[in-house]
């Protein structure tokens, strides 16, 4: 696959950014001296991720056709298909964990995963989870929700009676095990309520 000019600058951004920034950081953070969280912010606005990040990429755009999206920043689908996609290889390359640690930060996994009770795998692109540890760091459950495409808790609450309250965006269709959901347009947002 030939790159076009604008995929070209998002990794090479991407991977200067990781080189520079994170990698230095991976053997304090490898040993249990720094936690990856506070990188995170400011890798965020550094790279303008929150913008990019949040945006749903539209089908039917070609990698060219810039000018016909209907995305304020004017770039295609593909394209932000593949800035997503270039940010978390250029970001594993330096560090799985960081990269994990990323994906446990937006609530947000792809592929497979094992918080620590058993193997998960993700139905889509990115699928929401939660997961519950106790203080020691032992794994005590965790669920997996989503569907095709790409699906991700943004915030969550507890209250007194061990209820666990998840906010966040699904596209297409979810399900929090009690059967699919249909999305009335692209990124909808849910509220899930999950007794432990």
């Known amino acids: 696959m030939q790159l076009t000019d604008t995929e070209r600058l998002l990794r090479d951004t991407f991977r200067n950014y990781f080189t520079r920034e994170i990698e ?73 964990s960081f990269t994990l640690s990323y994906g446990a930060s937006l609530g947000l996994f792809a592929g497979n995963v094992d918080f620590g009770n058993g193997l998960r795998t993700s139905a889509g692109l990115g699928d929401a989870f939660l997961a519950s540890y106790t203080n020691a760091g032992t794994a005590r459950w965790s669920r997996r929700f989503g569907g095709a495409r790409e699906d991700a808790v943004r915030a969550i609450a507890l209250d007194g009676s061990a209820a666990v309250y998840a906010v966040g965006s699904f596209d297409v269709t979810v399900d929090f095990g009690f059967g699919a959901i249909a999305a009335q347009g692209e990124g909808d947002g849910f509220v899930y309520q999950f007794l432990q």
């Open 24 to 96: 230095p950081h991976v053997p304090a953070m490898e040993s249990g001296a720094l936690l990856p969280y506070p990188l995170m912010r400011p890798m965020h606005e550094a790279l303008g991720l929150d913008a990019l990040l949040s945006r749903t990429p539209r089908a039917g755009r070609g990698r060219e056709d810039a000018a016909a999206s209907d995305d304020p920043s004017g770039l295609s689908a593909e394209t932000i298909r593949y800035a997503r996609t270039t940010f978390t290889v250029e970001m594993a390359r330096v560090s799985p």
